[in-house]
């Protein structure tokens, strides 16, 4: 993984860098046709294909009562990028500085003098600089004096419409990942570190691995069907993941909590991660252990089949 963050912009001297840039959240199919058109034309130029980012997402600094929730962390964008074909992934930090250059300073400093781009490949809503005043149009200006050139790519549409960050966002609060699936080109996922827990799905006959889960934003709460992977083999493991406060025992801290089937094993301590398929249904109370049983049981037996398929 080559995730480099840079502590402010300063020269990377990387051999003809064809490059695109922006949040890149989710590393969604929209965002996977930039990434095909720089490794593409990376490799027609001999060049080097880079993905500059920004940490944090911009309306952490500009607006961070109204910042959305991230899909990823930067160390998944970067994984999931470098999968693609992606040489470097650069990590840089948004700050209100650099928020007030003016579209001209901010190709120069980052385009030019930071990245030394030789192309610049951008969407049609790409938008930069203060106020976000800069665009395409901008962008071909600018090129031929700052020594890059640009290159248009079309938008990526779903079911007749845009594929977005937002979208995804929304159907995960929807609880409907199948079709986060769809935009995402891939099974949504998230990491997280298992940590102890209070014993309750042992108790039930069904242990669980309680997970501190790394990503801001997880699908709505309930119970779904998921492809699991402990670090450091990274195995797929058919789950069943409950997202929820578990309220048959009263309503607690929400918690993500993984069995894994037919597995044995101690996976405390290690870093896990959890694809999701399909909601099996949504968190309920019950009106007692025995009940609860008896429904997970019924969640097994659905996410099995959900995960037989192809």
């Given at each position: 993984?080559?995730?480099?963050?840079?502590?402010?912009?300063?020269?990377?001297?990387?051999?003809?860098?064809?490059?695109?840039?922006?949040?890149?959240?989710?590393?969604?199919?929209?965002?996977?046709?930039?990434?095909?058109?720089?490794?593409?034309?990376?490799?027609?130029?001999?060049?080097?294909?880079?993905?500059?980012?920004?940490?944090?997402?911009?309306?952490?600094?500009?607006?961070?009562?109204?910042?959305?929730?991230?899909?990823?962390?930067?160390?998944?964008?970067?994984?999931?990028?470098?999968?693609?074909?992606?040489?470097?992934?650069?990590?840089?930090?948004?700050?209100?500085?650099?928020?007030?250059?003016?579209?001209?300073?901010?190709?120069?400093?980052?385009?030019?003098?930071?990245?030394?781009?030789?192309l610049v490949a951008v969407g049609p809503d790409f938008r930069f600089g203060r106020e976000r005043t800069g665009g395409l149009e901008t962008l071909k200006r600018l090129g031929p004096r700052l020594g890059f050139a640009i290159e248009l790519v079309p938008g990526v549409l779903h079911a007749g419409a845009p594929i977005s960050s937002t979208r995804i966002r929304d159907c995960l609060a929807a609880g409907d990942v199948g079709e986060a699936a769809a935009l995402l080109g891939r099974r949504f996922f998230v990491d997280g570190h298992v940590v102890g827990g209070e014993g309750r799905?042992?108790?039930?006959?069904?242990?669980?691995?309680?997970?501190?889960?790394?990503?801001?934003?997880?699908?709505?709460?309930?119970?779904?069907?998921?492809?699991?992977?402990?670090?450091?083999?990274?195995?797929?493991?058919?789950?069943?993941?409950?997202?929820?406060?578990?309220?048959?025992?009263?309503?607690?801290?929400?918690?993500?909590?993984?069995?894994?089937?037919?597995?044995?094993?101690?996976?405390?301590?290690?870093?896990?991660?959890?694809?999701?398929?399909?909601?099996?249904?949504?968190?309920?109370?019950?009106?007692?252990?025995?009940?609860?049983?008896?429904?997970?049981?019924?969640?097994?037996?659905?996410?099995?089949?959900?995960?037989?398929?192809?």
């Amino acid at each position: 993984m080559a995730l480099v963050r840079l502590r402010a912009p300063g020269p990377l001297g990387w051999p003809r860098p064809v490059l695109t840039l922006g949040n890149f959240d989710g590393v969604h199919r929209g965002h996977q046709a930039l990434v095909a058109k720089i490794v593409e034309e990376a490799r027609v130029r001999g060049g080097t294909p880079v993905v500059l980012t920004f940490d944090p997402h911009p309306a952490r600094v500009l607006s961070p009562d109204r910042a959305p929730r991230a899909l990823m962390t930067v160390e998944q964008k970067a994984e999931v990028l470098t999968s693609l074909g992606v040489e470097r992934v650069v990590a840089l930090p948004f700050t209100l500085e650099l928020s007030r250059k003016s579209p001209e300073e901010f190709a120069a400093i980052v385009l030019r003098d930071t990245v030394g781009a030789g192309l610049v490949a951008v969407g049609p809503d790409f938008r930069f600089g203060r106020e976000r005043t800069g665009g395409l149009e901008t962008l071909k200006r600018l090129g031929p004096r700052l020594g890059f050139a640009i290159e248009l790519v079309p938008g990526v549409l779903h079911a007749g419409a845009p594929i977005s960050s937002t979208r995804i966002r929304d159907c995960l609060a929807a609880g409907d990942v199948g079709e986060a699936a769809a935009l995402l080109g891939r099974r949504f996922f998230v990491d997280g570190h298992v940590v102890g827990g209070e014993g309750r799905g042992r108790s039930l006959g069904v242990p669980t691995a309680n997970l501190d889960v790394v990503n801001e934003q997880l699908p709505a709460r309930g119970v779904y069907a998921c492809w699991c992977r402990a670090a450091p083999d990274g195995g797929a493991i058919r789950g069943v993941v409950n997202i929820g406060n578990r309220p048959t025992f009263g309503e607690g801290q929400s918690t993500v909590e993984a069995h894994l089937l037919d597995f044995e094993g101690d996976l405390y301590g290690r870093s896990l991660r959890v694809e999701f398929a399909a909601r099996l249904r949504e968190e309920r109370k019950f009106p007692d252990a025995s009940a609860l049983a008896r429904q997970i049981g019924q969640d097994i037996a659905a996410a099995r089949r959900v995960l037989e398929k192809p």
